[in-house]
């Protein structure tokens, strides 16, 4: 077995930010060590505790769709698209890119949090939660509803009981529709009819072998099926009734005697606006047994019961604390840490703080050997480099753009189980020049982050930045389009995009943390390029 080597203290506020946040901002590192990075943990684990810049709030609260409930994003921007459907296509076109505001925003929101909230830890769990419970935003109307999805059932219960974090995602339209259990129908139930007549086994098998139990979890494909069948009937309303009741409820129709009464009959399908709707007339109310353990036919009741089940069983456990472990400690993570997360689990109910806590307070989290070994994924590089920056970003279509080539869209993975974290799955030799070019457009300050958008579809148009990855949106001109012969002389007349790093400045925030190869390179280059070698130097590349 291999002796642990502690990193040294001096070293532990530079990691802690490569972990606990998107790396270090300026004037970051020398808060960290003010303070302490115990002290710094305990905050970032409590992140009610820190507020958040003014301006920072005042530009999410611009951002309307974040504050929409999923009823309300469907009757806005879904029903026009399949109203259109019957009209002309421009028609229809228009609607969907009305539509894609939506998605737009939740990037926006999403990329604004990562780079300047204080809250880092929130951010980077956020993150790590979202593509463990992942939806994939171009199937359907998870166009607009999986930045709810992200705000509502996500965002909130990063730090607090995994079985409420799980309960929220099994209840959210997006995760239903993407996983297809709105379709899951009892067969010969009374609602068994039109594309409701069967049973749908993808949510269930999903929940069981990514979300909670893991693939080497110990159920069987009995299990799958039986869980399938406990979810029948578990979903939303047909969208249209659903649209026809959110109008009705909206022009006053249920006020009065008999319409008030049917008002509160229905008032469930609305549950709040989220969306969410058991219908048990396709619901299978046999008993049943799952896992070894007796589910008495309770409707709605047994999807709870069967949440119980799987948040608190020993393979979620160690499922969850394997994949906390490898995203925040090492790609293979140490057995004994694992095992110790996973005690944790069980004994504190599931609370994912303390499952945090328990890891961070083991050896092999200050181990010398996981100190910068982690290979930063798309996401990952290019909030660290622009953090490192300090950029004021307006503009966030360049960095979207560059995740979108690198192979990391922003919900824009279409299989659910999420995107890789692992080193093998982003390194090869196409990925490092497109991150190089990033980092030279972005230390020369030829990238466009801080013009307002229409000024940055111009710049695009005459031959430089990157558009953000969405569709109805132009793609770059060139992938390597900082690397072009002349580009920084042809622009640099109408003036630069953005206001250039210095290379000092980049490498004090950075804590001075390169080998004696790297700052001989970048020490010997044109001064107006070292930036950019800092931006993409190997340290760059790894957390």
């Not at 009819?193 to 693939?215: C, D, P, Q, S, W």
């Not at 005690?343 to 806590?357: D, F, K, N, P």
Request: glycine content about 8%; overall charge positive.
């Amino acid at each position: 077995m291999r002796e642990m080597s502690d990193l040294p203290s001096e070293d532990r506020a530079l990691h802690v930010l490569n972990r606990l946040a998107f790396g270090p901002r300026p004037g970051d590192l020398e808060r960290v060590r003010g303070i302490g990075y115990e002290r710094y943990i305990e905050q970032q684990l409590h992140p009610e505790s820190i507020p958040l810049a003014a301006a920072l709030s005042e530009r999410l609260s611009r951002m309307r769709t974040l504050r929409m409930t999923p009823v309300e994003l469907f009757v806005e921007f879904m029903l026009p698209i399949r109203r259109a459907a019957k009209g002309d296509k421009q028609a229809k076109l228009k609607a969907r890119r009305r539509a894609r505001i939506a998605i737009e925003q939740a990037a926006e929101a999403r990329l604004l949090r990562a780079v300047e909230s204080p809250r880092q830890l929130e951010e980077v769990m956020t993150a790590f939660w979202f593509n463990h419970f992942n939806v994939f935003a171009g199937k359907g109307p998870c166009l607009v509803w999986t930045g709810s999805f992200e705000q509502e059932a996500i965002r909130p219960h990063v730090l607090g009981r995994f079985r409420t974090l799980l309960g929220a995602t099994a209840r959210h339209p997006a995760m239903l529709f993407y996983l297809d259990n709105w379709l899951n129908t009892a067969p010969g139930s009374p609602g068994a009819r039109g594309r409701f007549k069967g049973i749908n086994e993808n949510y269930a098998r999903e929940i069981m072998e990514l979300h909670t139990l893991g693939v080497n979890g110990g159920y069987t494909q009995q299990d799958v099926i039986t869980l399938a069948h406990i979810l029948t009937g578990w979903g939303f309303p047909p969208l249209g009734r659903l649209a026809r009741l959110n109008r009705m409820r909206r022009a006053g129709f249920f006020r009065f005697g008999r319409e008030r009464a049917r008002m509160q009959a229905r008032e469930e399908i609305f549950a709040n606006h989220t969306g969410f709707y058991f219908d048990p007339r396709r619901h299978d109310f046999s008993t049943k047994i799952f896992l070894g353990r007796k589910i008495e036919g309770g409707g709605a009741a047994e999807v709870e019961h069967a949440l119980d089940i799987l948040a608190s069983h020993p393979a979620t456990a160690r499922h969850l604390s394997f994949e906390l472990a490898r995203n925040f400690v090492a790609d293979e993570p140490p057995p004994a840490m694992v095992n110790a997360m996973a005690e944790r689990y069980l004994a504190s109910g599931g609370e994912i703080r303390a499952v945090m806590l328990t890891m961070l307070e083991r050896p092999e989290f200050f181990d010398r050997a996981c100190a910068r070994n982690k290979f930063r994924t798309p996401y990952e590089y290019v909030i660290a480099t622009v953090r490192a920056t300090g950029v004021n970003v307006t503009n966030f279509r360049p960095m979207a753009g560059t995740m979108r080539m690198l192979g990391m869209p922003l919900y824009g993975c279409q299989t659910p189980n999420g995107y890789a974290e692992t080193k093998e799955a982003w390194l090869n030799p196409d990925a490092m020049m497109m991150r190089l070019s990033f980092a030279t457009a972005l230390g020369t300050g030829h990238l466009p982050l801080e013009r307002p958008e229409f000024e940055e579809v111009a710049y695009a148009d005459a031959g430089g930045g990157a558009a953000m990855e969405m569709r109805g949106v132009r793609r770059p001109l060139e992938k390597n389009y900082a690397r072009r012969e002349g580009f920084a002389e042809k622009h640099a007349a109408r003036g630069a995009p953005m206001t250039p790093p210095e290379a000092p400045h980049l490498t004090r925030t950075l804590g001075n943390a390169f080998s004696a190869e790297t700052n001989r390179a970048i020490t010997s280059a044109p001064e107006r390029l070292r930036a950019a070698l800092v931006l993409g130097s190997p340290e760059m590349m790894t957390r």
